[in-house]
T-cell receptor, first 115, second 113 residues
Framework: KQEVTQIPAALSVPEGENLVLNCSFTDSAIYNLQWFRQDPGKGLTSLLLIQSSQREQTSGRLNASLDKSSGRSTLYIAASQPGDSATYLCAVMDAGGTSYGKLTFGQGTILTVHP | KAGVTQTPRYLIKTRGQQVTLSCSPISGHRSVSWYQQTPGQGLQFLFEYFSETQRNKGNFPGRFSGRQFSNSRSEMNVSTLELGDSALYLC????????????FGPGTRLTVL
């Protein structure tokens, strides 16, 4: 059974700092991995999708890497801003016919960027 | 392109009642997945529909059911509500069968009293 773990559970940084969020998963047989952000009481916003054959994806100040063999992904946020404050969630979709439409989520990292 | 929409946004029900939640996917998307989010359990997969067929189901009791219509809109139903069903219910849509990005709606906040 796939399990996803995110470290740290919470992170507080001053504005302008570069930071790294970590995600690990127990079963390396995945189709893809997605990073999301969630603002309080809201839905999820997709940040980056990495296919299993890819090593990294970039969007603006965000860079996500994937090391499938070791079951790890990192989300790098450059030059953090107060508007980046949110919960960041990592989710994987397992390979195989029983995985249709199913993402397995980590518990999230609560990020606070203070001015 | 309009995003995923969910109605209603908020619901208050009492134990024993039933509830129906609705999800309209992004135009052209044929896969709809449902998730339950609670502070204790986090985000958990309920079920997925593709072209009106349930292809996958999570580990939830039979009180949780769903369906998908020919226009890809989906509904989920919870019967005999329990206090523990209070949660944010999220749906997500994607355009292809397996490997595509999922896009989430704003969710329906269900409170069971």
């Amino acid at each position: 059974k796939q399990e996803v773990t995110q470290i740290p559970a919470a992170l507080s940084v001053p504005e302008g700092e570069n930071l790294v969020l970590n995600c690990s998963f127990t079963d390396s047989a995945i189709y893809n991995l997605q990073w999301f952000r969630q603002d309080p009481g809201k839905g999820l916003t997709s940040l980056l999708l990495i296919q299993s054959s890819q090593r990294e994806q970039t969007s603006g100040r965000l860079n996500a890497s994937l090391d499938k063999s070791s079951g790890r992904s990192t989300l790098y946020i450059a030059a953090s801003q107060p508007g980046d404050s949110a919960t960041y969630l990592c989710a994987v979709m397992d390979a195989g016919g029983t995985s249709y439409g199913k993402l397995t989520f980590g518990q999230g990292t609560i990020l606070t960027v203070h001015p | 392109k309009a995003g995923v929409t969910q109605t209603p946004r908020y619901l208050i029900k009492t134990r024993g009642q039933q509830v129906t939640l609705s999800c309209s996917p992004i135009s052209g998307h044929r896969s709809v997945s449902w998730y339950q989010q609670t502070p204790g359990q986090g985000l958990q997969f309920l079920f997925e529909y593709f072209s009106e067929t349930q292809r996958n189901k999570g580990n939830f009791p039979g009180r949780f059911s769903g369906r998908q219509f020919s226009n890809s809109r989906s509904e989920m139903n919870v019967s005999t509500l329990e206090l523990g069903d209070s949660a944010l219910y999220l749906c997500a849509s994607s355009s292809l069968a397996i490997v595509n990005e999922q896009f989430f709606g704003p969710g329906t906040r269900l409170t069971v009293l």
